[in-house]
């Protein structure tokens, strides 16, 4: 299963509500994750279940989808969400692929 | 607190073999699968190897089929990754991650919520 991600990167501002899609070569229902990375860190969980937020994450972080188009969007984009955003799929038994990642930089 | 602490990285010669470990602390370390995940210099994510939570279950990607091997010692809370053949496009800094399968509106939902903060693999002569 190939995941693709849309766009590679994006320049926004503090405020703008930014949205990022990511495309499945096949259905996998709802198994879809979000993660947040930080240069430097390591991932951070975001959402699951293609639209269940992780204990701890902001509410301006939604995720939305089925089948083989999701979205994540963040409403009001705030400076510490600068950072690379990858999705990953995790239907049934590997490999959980991950999309290729979209850079979310300052205007 | 859930804590992942991976050791065993260094710069290895293409062929080489080099053995990573991952320190598990903060849960019941024998309730959980974990993976091993990679992220080669200015790259994305790629998930690397999978073992189920009794040493059952283990996958591995086609890119390291073969060479890698993944196993845990949930006696000493620890997972590992023994690497051979060990080539260029091995370089990367390889994570490990908690692997929770659980129920989301009833139906087993899996996610990676924890993360190690990444050990470097360097592959080079």
């Known amino acids: 299963i190939q995941l693709t991600q849309s766009p590679s990167s994006l320049s926004a501002s503090v405020g703008d509500r930014v949205t990022i899609t990511c495309r499945a070569s096949?259905?996998?229902?709802?198994?879809l994750a979000w993660y947040q990375q930080k240069p430097g860190k390591a991932p951070r969980l975001l959402i699951y279940a293609a639209s269940t937020l992780q204990s701890g994450v902001p509410s301006r972080f939604s995720g939305s989808g089925s089948g083989t188009d999701f979205t994540l969007t963040i409403s009001s984009l705030q400076p510490e969400d600068f950072a690379t955003y990858y999705c990953q799929q995790l239907n049934s038994s590997p490999p959980f692929t991950f999309g290729g990642g979209t850079k979310v930089e300052i205007k | 607190e859930v804590l992942l602490v991976e050791s065993g990285g260094d710069l290895v010669q293409p062929g080489g073999s080099l053995r990573l470990s991952c320190a598990a602390s903060?849960?019941?370390?024998?309730?959980?699968?974990m993976d091993w995940v990679r992220q080669a210099p200015g790259k994305g994510l790629e998930w690397v190897a999978h073992?189920?939570?009794?040493?059952?279950?283990?996958y591995y990607a086609d890119s390291v089929k073969g060479r890698f091997t993944i196993s845990r010692d949930n006696a000493k809370n620890s997972l590992y990754l023994q690497m051979n053949s060990l080539r260029d496009e091995d370089t990367a800094v390889y994570y490990c991650?908690?692997?929770?399968?659980?129920?989301?509106?009833?139906?087993?939902?899996?996610?990676?919520?924890?993360w190690g903060q990444g050990t470097l693999v360097t592959v080079s002569s």
């Open positions: 073992i189920g939570s009794s040493y059952s279950f283990i």
């Open positions: 903060g849960f019941t370390f024998s309730s959980y699968g």
């Open positions: 991650a908690r692997d929770r399968n659980a129920p989301v509106r009833g139906i087993l939902t899996r996610r990676f919520d924890y």
């Open positions: 096949q259905d996998i229902s709802s198994y």
